[in-house]
């Protein structure tokens, strides 16, 4: 089971943009699919974003089709979560995961990392 690592988080004012990053630590991304995965306060983790890791095949969640925009650098085997128009609703710990082909069932998750959007 591969261990991931977020990175990219901060303090973005309502209308800005963060990128976030997801790697394996010390190891190829193996998993069929990279999702991302936002966790608010007191609320369950969510889908926001998924990626097929050959193909390059993106899916989104509605909640944030046109403004969210996920990728992945196979030679880099890194994984990023682009967002832009930032909402303070998009306020929570982001987390990446590997995933099946279903896109159901995700095994190997990272320590997450804190978006907080506010002026």
């Known amino acids: 089971q591969v261990q991931l690592q977020e990175s990219g988080g901060g303090l973005v004012q309502p209308g800005g943009s963060l990128t976030l990053s997801c790697a394996p630590s010390g190891s190829a991304f193996t998993n069929y699919r990279m999702g991302w995965f936002p966790q608010a306060p007191g609320k369950e983790r969510e889908f926001v974003a998924t990626?097929?890791?050959?193909?390059?095949?993106?899916l989104y969640a509605d909640s944030v089709k046109g403004r969210f925009t996920i990728s992945r650098d196979r030679a880099k085997n890194t994984g990023y979560l682009q967002m832009n128009n930032l909402k303070p609703d998009d306020t929570a710990v982001y987390y990446c995961a590997g995933g099946d082909t279903t896109g159901k069932y995700y095994n190997s998750w990272g320590q997450g990392t804190q978006v907080t959007v506010s002026s």
């Open positions: 990626i097929s890791w050959r193909l390059g095949q993106p």
